[in-house]
T-cell receptor, first 113, second 115 residues
Framework: AQSVTQLGSHVSVSEGALVLLRCNYS??????LFWYVQYPNQGLQLLLK??????LVKGINGFEAEFKKSETSFHLTKPSAHMSDAAEYFC???????????FGSGTRLQVQP | GAVVSQHPSRVICKSGTSVKIECRSL??????MFWYRQFPKQSLMLMAT?????????EQGVEKDKFLINHASLTLSTLTVTSAHPEDSSFYIC???????????FGQGTRLTVV
């Protein structure tokens, strides 16, 4: 079984500040980990993913995440927030034996001017 | 990236009627498609997984006779909500994956409102 926990349903940062969105997972198999962004009434856009190899993953729009097996974490970061980053962010997990994604509850990011 | 087109983006229907939602992979062959449901301010919950040419596999608690899924070709899957009721109002999102790919691409979603 797999599960994802996103700490903090709402995160508010100032424009230019560091963005940190937390994600912890549980998986009985080596996980594939994903971060998606969702804008209102739209589908999901992939920000980045970890499958194997390098544990620090760089994605689009300046986001990156680090897979830490010992901490079962896959936190999303961005050095400097932009107003356009305001959206809902979902962490998700899947595994080689299960193609469907299991999503976390989501974190709404607000960026204050 | 690959494109998944979902239609309609919004639909309002009367209680008791049926609604069909289409999900198309435009530039790749989607051997597997997934249907998710998202309630307001909540996460996505997997409803069912369909493989081309096979019957869909439904998640526990999802009524297969109410949510009919057809995946007749490698580029098209449909979700039909039969005898819709107001509690079926939700945001439905499909995603599609090609064989051997770790990434699934998402449609734009469909906002269903049953009145």
């Amino acid at each position: 079984a797999q599960s994802v926990t996103q700490l903090g349903s709402h995160v508010s940062v100032s424009e230019g500040a560091l963005v940190l969105l937390r994600c912890n997972y549980s998986s009985s198999v080596p996980p594939y980990l994903f971060w998606y962004v969702q804008y209102p009434n739209q589908g999901l856009q992939l920000l980045l993913k970890y499958t194997t190899g390098a544990t620090l993953v760089k994605g689009i729009n300046g986001f990156e995440a680090e897979f830490k097996k010992s901490e079962t974490s896959f936190h999303l970061t961005k050095p400097s927030a932009h107003m356009s980053d305001a959206a809902e962010y979902f962490c998700a997990v899947s595994g080689p034996g299960r193609r469907a994604l299991t999503f976390g509850s989501g974190t709404r990011l607000q960026v204050q001017p | 990236g690959a494109v998944v087109s979902q239609h309609p983006s919004r639909v309002i229907c009367k209680s008791g009627t049926s609604v069909k939602i289409e999900c198309r992979s435009l530039d790749f062959q989607a051997t597997t498609m997934f249907w998710y449901r998202q309630f307001p301010k909540q996460s996505l919950m997997l409803m069912a997984t369909s493989n081309e040419g096979s019957k869909a596999t439904y998640e526990q608690g999802v009524e297969k006779d109410k949510f009919l899924i057809n995946h007749a070709s490698l580029t098209l899957s449909t979700l039909t909500v039969t005898s819709a009721h107001p509690e079926d109002s939700s945001f439905y999102i499909c995603s599609a994956r090609s064989k051997g790919n770790t990434e699934a691409f998402f449609g734009q979603g469909t906002r269903l409102t049953v009145v």
